[in-house]
């Protein structure tokens, strides 16, 4: 199975990406937990990503893309993905197919978990009190909110143009969102 994942930030995307991939037998690829890693590590590329995630706003598509590319050719994704939080543009989902078509493979679904934003921001002003994230601030979330209107949203009808869409609720328990999430991949 190789799919993506789309959803409003605090949709739980990272919370199903993990019980989905693990389901599925393939490894979940979050670009989000790549870029915290390397913040993380203070390599470069952690430098670069650091000065966009902590305003809210996308890292720039060359430097995203050129990090997915490579984590595609690594072995373990050969048979198979789960990529969270990427694409998050129109043109990272031109990108993307370029990228599967040079791998002689195509996407099976994109799956768009769906919530309303009183519910997202209510999740991830939730988890900066546990986790202390510093784009989980009130005027941060407000602005991923809106880049995620502007630029991620399309992306709900270009799968939908590829015959890829499979949108699932992600309101209510998270065990209830993963069932929902499962039955709807069985069928792909
Ligand atoms: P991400 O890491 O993708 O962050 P996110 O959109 O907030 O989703 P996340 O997966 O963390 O949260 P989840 O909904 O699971 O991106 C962070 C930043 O990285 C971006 O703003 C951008 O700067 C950069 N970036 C990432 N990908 C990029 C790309 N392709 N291009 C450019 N830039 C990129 O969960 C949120 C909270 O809700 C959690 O606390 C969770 O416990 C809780 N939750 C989940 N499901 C719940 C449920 N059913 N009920 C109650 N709470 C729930």
Do not use: C
Not at 112 to 124: F, K, M, N, S, Y
Not at 138 to 145: A, D, F, G, S, Y
């Amino acid at each position: 199975m190789r799919a993506v994942l789309l959803g409003p930030p605090g949709a739980g995307k990272g919370t199903q990406a993990a019980r989905l991939a693990d389901r599925l037998g393939v490894p979940a690829i979050s670009t989000g937990d790549i870029f915290r890693a390397n913040v993380k590590g203070g390599t470069e590329l952690g430098r670069k990503a650091q000065e966009y995630m902590s305003t809210g706003a996308l890292v720039p598509d060359e430097v995203t893309n050129a990090m997915v590319r490579d984590r595609l050719e690594q072995d373990d994704a050969a048979a198979g993905f789960l990529l969270d939080g990427y694409p998050r543009n129109p043109e990272q989902a031109v990108e993307l197919d370029t990228m599967l078509a040079d791998l002689a493979v195509s996407l099976d679904a994109a799956i768009e978990i769906t919530a309303d934003v009183d519910e997202v921001t209510t999740r991830l002003l939730k988890r900066a009190q546990i986790e202390g994230r510093d784009d989980d601030t009130e005027p941060v979330i407000r602005k991923r909110l809106e880049i995620y209107a502007a630029s991620t949203a399309p992306l709900t009808a270009y799968y939908q143009g590829q015959s890829l869409l499979v949108q699932v609720d992600g309101m209510g328990d998270v065990d209830d969102v993963t069932a929902r999430l499962i039955a709807a991949v069985d069928g792909k």
